[in-house]
């Protein structure tokens, strides 16, 4: 009987191998979905954070934007509001020569008067040409439709045809752009 327990043993010694064996390959098998879960698992965390961190990023930029925005109307607002800064500052010492040539009117002379006026005129002359006002005065030139208006022409034997003979008013640019041509005499 030994020699038939003999097989029977080695029988049951083989099943507890292959049992053996085979819950090792079912830990093998269960620990690999749990490490591939944890990896998965730690994955989304990572593109979640990875989206939060865009979100944010997203939401500053956004508000960055609207403070630009913001800041670009109210920059444009205060150039409207204050854009003849320039101009009322220019033309106020004209304005105080006048004052005062007002009230020097009662006890001065013509010849003060004038002078007063022509250092009034000057001071103004000056707060244009700041601003970039220049004068038309085309006396003596050929005649120029985008600088001048013809009032009237009048023959003259001792002037070119088409010459500017005599400037009624005259004209001013502001930088390039004609602000107002000069009047002139054209000869025929």
Do not use: C
Not at 102 to 128: H, I
């Amino acid at each position: 009987m030994a020699n038939e327990n003999e097989p029977l043993e080695d029988e049951s010694n083989e099943e507890e191998v292959l049992e053996g064996t085979l819950e090792d390959e079912e830990q093998v098998e269960s620990s690999e979905p749990l490490s591939e879960l944890e990896s998965l698992q730690q994955q989304l965390e990572e593109a979640q954070q990875k989206a939060n961190d865009n979100w944010e990023i997203a939401l500053r930029a956004q508000a960055e934007t609207d403070n630009v925005r913001k800041r670009a109307v109210k920059d444009v607002e205060s150039a409207h509001k204050y854009s003849m800064e320039k101009l009322v500052n220019e033309f106020l010492p004209v304005k105080d020569s006048l004052e005062l040539g007002l009230n020097a009117a009662d006890q001065a002379d013509v010849a003060s008067l004038t002078e007063g006026m022509e250092l009034t005129l000057k001071t103004f002359t000056t707060a244009l040409e700041k601003l970039g006002v220049s004068i038309v005065d085309p006396t003596g030139e050929k005649f120029d439709p985008e600088q001048h208006q013809a009032m009237t022409m009048i023959d003259s034997p001792d002037v070119e045809s088409g010459m500017i003979i005599d400037v009624m008013q005259k004209g001013y640019l502001l930088k390039d752009r004609l602000i107002r041509p000069a009047m002139v005499i054209v000869s025929k």
